[in-house]
């Protein structure tokens, strides 16, 4: 690959970034990484991008079709994916994003079920909660796989225009036609007959991503995949 603005600006970030370890925050990371050598080996990663039967595609069966679907971490309380996602969301840990992106990319690259997608979109988030957080999260990592995959990110295409109203004690079905409700579509001729993939930080019941999918398929002829950083474990 050639000289690229990104990398430059890549290397630049590196360059000032802290030298602890993005997961544990404790240790010096591997030289040109941001993880250190203990964290990397007991990184929690999946084996959704081998195998086309897994349990995060399980949460999609019956209820709206998809090509494939995979996260690259498991996600238990207390470890340290839900520390790094905690990072990413609350504390304004945007390279955390990228730099499990970037890895998440490379897996689907590899990955047998991942072929021929034509475009990513990340899941929104609505205004007054991007001000807040700093960023879209979704879209820290749809920008990072789109540089791993070299497809385009088209960010304004699926758009959150209300607010998600507390969703305790509701069934997965009421939630998902509440998220629903705040999704609307722009420009959407663009992604007519396309290969979507649907990107998330974290995959807990599928209720968000599901919403996403039923918004996207009023476009007529698109495919759907999905994947995450995470998928929320119970032991
Ligand atoms: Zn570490």
């Excluded at 991008?49 to 949460?59: A, G, I, Q, T």
């Excluded at 679907?69 to 520390?83: C, E, I, R, S």
């Excluded at 490379?106 to 929104?124: G, T």
Aim: glycine letters at 6%.
């Amino acid at each position: 690959m050639g000289f690229s603005i990104t990398s430059y600006f890549k290397g630049l970030v590196g360059l000032v970034y802290p030298d602890l370890c993005i997961a544990c925050v404790k240790e010096s990371p591997i030289k040109g990484d941001d993880f250190c050598v203990d964290c990397m080996a007991d990184m929690p990663v999946t084996t959704h991008f081998n195998l086309e039967d897994n349990d995060f595609v399980y949460h999609f069966y019956g209820r709206v079709p998809i090509i494939h679907g995979a996260a690259l971490l498991n996600f238990y309380k207390g470890n340290m994916v839900n520390t790094m996602l905690y990072r990413l969301k609350y504390e304004r840990k945007k390279r955390v994003g990228e730099r499990l992106g970037i890895w998440l990319g490379q897996e689907i690259k590899k990955s047998a079920f991942f072929k021929n997608v034509d475009l990513i979109i990340p899941v929104p988030i609505h205004r007054k909660r991007k001000i807040k957080r700093g960023y879209n999260q979704s879209l820290v990592i749809a920008n990072a796989l789109s540089e791993i995959l070299n497809i385009p990110v088209f960010h304004d295409a699926l758009l959150k225009h209300l607010e998600t109203a507390t969703q305790t004690k509701k069934t997965r079905s009421q939630r998902t036609l509440d998220l629903l409700n705040t999704l609307s579509l722009k420009n959407s001729d663009r992604l007519l007959g396309k290969h979507i993939l649907i990107v998330d930080d974290v995959m807990t019941t599928g209720a968000t991503l599901e919403a996403c999918v039923l918004k996207l398929k009023e476009v007529d002829g698109v495919t759907f995949s999905l994947a995450t950083l995470a998928i929320t474990k119970t032991i």
